[in-house]
């Protein structure tokens, strides 16, 4: 090896596309980056552009639809609709944002809010048949959401007569001497049983509909205990609601000195 190739440089590492790294880009730029990055399904880092961008321009409302569609992707629902808001409370006259938060509602199942929200943006936009599209689809599924709140506690009741038939006629032949003996005590079997099984269809729809309102529910902060507990303790160890006492700023011979003064 030679004496030149030894001492070659090292070639430098390749810069960001107009030599700008990401701390030096432009907000319309950070918004282009999250774009690209939500078209390649990179939602998270799509956020992380567009929270970058905001903070540079926190009054632009596509912003905050653009970070609400990424939040929505990775079905963060809260943070989604947050940003939906923003926006329609920067723009309200921009059907995007009440699209945004029309989109929010039907990923948590809320079909009947999603209406509303599509109901607003059609009236700012009513020839956009993306907006028509979607609107019919939640009407769809909201038409389908209402039959199945309707069928679920009969087909519940139903299961529960074929499930008490099945007591009834099962304690008749298979057993000798059967529990039971009588008709009016056979049909109020079937009929207990049945009402339990309403009773479970209707827990279940329940459960579902408090399941989907808990999707737009602020998320746990695991820290704000800890950070709680934290400010609540003052440096010495002490709780910082008693007050510590109060430290004495002169000695004993000093005390005695002012109390001799005093008197004389």
Known sequence: MTQANATKPKAAPPEKEGGKSNLNLTSDELKEEGNRCVKAGNFTEAILHYTHAIKLSPSDAILYSNRSLAFCKLQQYYYANEDAEKAIVLNPTWAKGYYRKAEVSMG?????????????????????????????????????????????????????????????????????????????????????????????????????????????????????????????????????????????????????????????
């Open 108 to 264: 948590v199942g809320q079909y009947d809010t999603a209406l509303l929200s599509y109901g607003k943006a059609l009236q700012l936009q009513p020839q956009d048949m993306g907006i028509i599209l979607a609107a019919r689809k939640a009407a769809s599924l909201s038409n389908a959401d209402r039959l199945e709140e309707k069928r679920a506690p009969l087909i519940g009741s139903a299961i529960g007569c074929v499930v008490g038939l099945c007591i009834v006629l099962a304690d008749m032949l298979l057993t000798e001497k059967p529990t039971i003996k009588y008709t009016t005590l056979m049909v109020l079997v079937v009929l207990i049983i049945a009402g339990i099984g309403f009773g479970i269809a209707k827990m279940i729809r329940y459960y579902k509909q408090q399941q989907r309102k808990g999707l737009l529910e602020p998320p746990l902060d695991l820290l704000e205990e800890f950070q709680k507990t934290k400010d609540d303790i003052n440096e010495d160890g002490s709780p910082s609601g008693e007050q510590r006492p109060v430290r004495n700023r002169y000695t004993k011979a000093q005390a005695r000195q002012r109390l001799k003064k005093a008197k004389s």
